[in-house]
Structures are given as structure tokens and as C-alpha cells.
T-cell receptor, first 112, second 109 residues
Framework: DAGVIQSPRHEVTEMGQEVTLRCKPI?????LFWYRQTMMRGLELLIY????????DSGMPEDRFSAKMPNASFSTLKIQPSEPRDSAVYFC??????????FGPGTRLTVL | SQQGEEDPQALSIQEGENATMNCSYK?????LQWYRQNSGRGLVHLIL?????REKHSGRLRVTLDTSKKSSSLLITASRAADTASYFC?????????FGKGTRLHILP
């Protein structure tokens, strides 16, 4: 298995633009997580899904952020409109129930 | 809010020495996990210890868990240059886990 795949690896955009981050979890995993990592706030859980259903989105900063998981092999995290304070590394991770989480390589987002 | 807090925030030791990192958490847990992150990379799982376990070993890693004190420690024995990384504890249930801010470990040659 190729592991968790994220795209793009780097994204530079201007304030106000829409940003879409993509994730392909490991086949067979029933949990998918989106995290954001910054120096100031560390690693924050934004939202997680179980069997494609959002379970807890309490970490989503505001309505500008949305996430979907249309099927077991694909998820997106969208920011619209983006702001400079959204600049961070965004990680996707997947796991089986009760197990370790496998992280993707991350998307480094810079909003100018 | 952060569930786990690692201590120390940063640690520098000589190659070959042992490194100990501590983690405290706030609420009841089902398990506690430790992860490593090399600069610019995603996190990699190291070890998981369940709430009914007190100690676990994996290679040069030893993890302890004290649920009465809501704390855990990670010991890396005979450190190597390749152990230079950030180490995070993550505590929670069988689905959602919350990460601490990590300990930055630097192994000096």
C-alpha cells in the first residue's frame, strides 16, 4: 500500500481564494482525520470521519472551513475564502478502529 | 484544547545516552500513543499502550503509563543521530486522540 496520499504537497495562494486539499486514506481504514499544525498551536484535530460520516467537527475553526468524504477512498478539506492566518501544514491521517493513525506527508499551505 | 502536555519542550543529549520524555494528560483515556515527526514530514506511530497496561517495550523504546497520575513516559535507550526528531504523545479513545505540543529531541554527535 502506498500509504496516505495527500495533494498538493505545497500550495501558495492569495487571500480570498478558495483552497482545496485532498486526501486518499489507506484502503480498509474506516477512520479519516484532518489536522492542522502550526508552531503556535501545535497539532490540532479539525474533523474526523468514521465510515465516511463526519463524527466530530468541533475543531473546524470557522465556517470558512468545510470537509467532505464522498466515498471511502477520498476526502477533501476546503477553505473559502482563505486568509493569511490559515497558513499551516495540513495533515490527513487514517486508521482502523482503536489502532494507530497513519499520517500523510502533509500539505504546506501559504496564504499571502 | 490540548489533551497531552509533553515535558521537556526540548532536549539535547549526547549520542549513546538515554532520552526520557514525559507526558501528562487531563481526562480518562482508553490508550496513549507516542509518535515521532522528522522535520518537514508527517507523524509516524511508535508505540501504543492501553489504559490497563503499565509498561510496554518496542526495540529501544520503553513506555510507561500511570493512570492514577495521568502521565506517561517514553524512554529511548542508546540514542542515535537518527533519533533527532519531535516526539508527541497522543491520548484518547479508540477513535479520536488529542496530541500534545511535543518534545524536540536533538542527539549530539
Amino acid at each position: 500500500d502506498a500509504g496516505v496520499i495527500q495533494s498538493p504537497r505545497h500550495e501558495v495562494t492569495e487571500m480570498g481564494q478558495e483552497v482545496t486539499l485532498r486526501c486518499k486514506p489507506i484502503s480498509g481504514h474506516d477512520y479519516l482525520f484532518w489536522y492542522r499544525q502550526t508552531m503556535m498551536r501545535g497539532l490540532e484535530l479539525l474533523i474526523y470521519f468514521n465510515n465516511n460520516v463526519p463524527i466530530d467537527d468541533s475543531g473546524m475553526p470557522e465556517d470558512r472551513f468545510s470537509a467532505k468524504m464522498p466515498n471511502a477512498s477520498f476526502s477533501t478539506l476546503k477553505i473559502q475564502p482563505s486568509e493569511p492566518r490559515d497558513s499551516a501544514v495540513y495533515f490527513c491521517a487514517s486508521s482502523s478502529t482503536g489502532g494507530e493513525q497513519f499520517f500523510g506527508p502533509g500539505t504546506r499551505l501559504t496564504v499571502l | 484544547s490540548q489533551q497531552g502536555e509533553e515535558d521537556p519542550q526540548a532536549l539535547s543529549i549526547q549520542e549513546g545516552e538515554n532520552a526520557t520524555m514525559n507526558c501528562s494528560y487531563k481526562t480518562s483515556i482508553n490508550n496513549l500513543q507516542w509518535y515521532r515527526q522528522n522535520s518537514g514530514r508527517g507523524l509516524v506511530h511508535l508505540i501504543l499502550i492501553r489504559s490497563n497496561e503499565r509498561e510496554k517495550h518496542s526495540g529501544r523504546l520503553r513506555v510507561t503509563l500511570d493512570t492514577s497520575k495521568k502521565s506517561s513516559s517514553l524512554l529511548i535507550t542508546a540514542s542515535r543521530a537518527a533519533d533527532t526528531a519531535s516526539y508527541f504523545c497522543a491520548s484518547g479513545g479508540d477513535d479520536k486522540i488529542i496530541f500534545g505540543k511535543g518534545t524536540r529531541l536533538h542527539i549530539l554527535p
